[in-house]
């Protein structure tokens, strides 16, 4: 069996797998391995994909994941106000992640990637111009040889800690539950904010009429505290507790990375995706971001193989490229996470009231985005809406631009 590739992708997540798409595209002899036997399994996530999110997949909403199409949200303040934000068309899709995963592992194998499969990275080392992978696979230790390893394998990885380039420090602990519930829209998701889930929120994802998926991540504390705080909204928040009785179909614990790593490659290796915090920290979407990433990591893991140089200052290309796409949302959306983070129950329930005005739903409806939040803040800014705004969002204004 060959153990040598041009690149080896840790982690067969939607990311692993796109950057393992890239570099075949580009030329290469790639290898993904999979710590798990299941692609797709287990996945800690709401799976709310925007459409962009979906084409910087390169795919099609298919049947095949896709299971509810979402146009709006509902945002509900502690005080039992609501928001109501109408996309008035197909904004983003409710998506089985272990269909999706698996849609994306799949183009990546046609496209001429291999995939071992039950196969988890345990070492790296450099030994001439080689990265040396040391893998557990079915339970047997091996080595793969690699000219560029590329790192996507998730929130804690091992791979950014072994290539020297430590972890994520902000890591805000996220549990969901997939539950009988009667949405009031299907159409529309539900969004919880104030201190019923401290310093980010809560929400409840329609899969169906019938089901939901409900839950929230906390900036402050443990999966413990997450755990409390779930079980608190859904005991004690009426209009959760009015669609809610009781039970789960699923639990998951899960952590989201905020706020990117200072350097994502280092000689012979490139990190990308939750591995690298490239996670919008307003939402905690993980999947845009890590795939438009992914796409530059496999380029240019493939072209620095095929020139046989792949040292940190050709890989570097990688960084200056995913940060000159992404850097600067990412950093707008770090500040827009703290200053909303640091709002009382009252001022939070004043912002929502003075949002909830014509000019300024209209101005949510046109400009509200997703993956750019950035660009919906400029507009919210402009003196016409701003008029309609407290001071809280002049404070807003200096804490973040
Ligand atoms: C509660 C919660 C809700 C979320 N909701 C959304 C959402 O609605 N929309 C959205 O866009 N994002 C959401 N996210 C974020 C999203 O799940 C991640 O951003 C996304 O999964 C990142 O993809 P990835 O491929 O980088 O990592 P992962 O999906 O974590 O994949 C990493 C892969 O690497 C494998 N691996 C790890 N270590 C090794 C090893 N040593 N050897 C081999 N394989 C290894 C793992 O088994 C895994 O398959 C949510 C996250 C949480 C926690």
Known sequence: M???????VVGAGPVGSTAARYAVKHGARVLMIEEHASIGSPVGCTGLLSKRALEECDVEPLNIFVLNKVRGAFVHSMDGNCLPIDGRETKAYVVSRKMFDRTLASMALETGADLWMNTRAIGLENADSRQILSVVRNGVHSQI????IIGADGVRSGIARMAGLGQVKKILPGIQIEAPYRI???EFVELFVGSQAPGFFGWAVPVSEEISRIGLA????????ALRCLDRLLKE???????????MLDLIVGGIPIGPLSKTYAQGTLIVGDAAGQVKPTSGGGIYTGAACAKIAGEVAAAAALENDTSAGRLSEYDRRWRAKLGRELAIGMKIHNFIGGLTDSEMNELLISMNKPSMLETITMYGDMDHPSILMKKMLNPVNSRHLFGVLRAFAKAVL
């Not at 060959?2 to 080896?8: G, S, W």
């Not at 928040?237 to 039970?247: K, V």
């Open 2 to 8: 060959n153990t040598d590739y041009d690149v080896v």
């Open 145 to 148: 040889k690699a000219k560029v």
């Open 184 to 186: 009031a829209d299907p």
């Open 218 to 225: 906390v900036d402050y504390g443990d999966s413990e505290c």
């Open 237 to 247: 928040n009426s209009h959760i507790a009015s669609r809610y009785s009781g039970g």
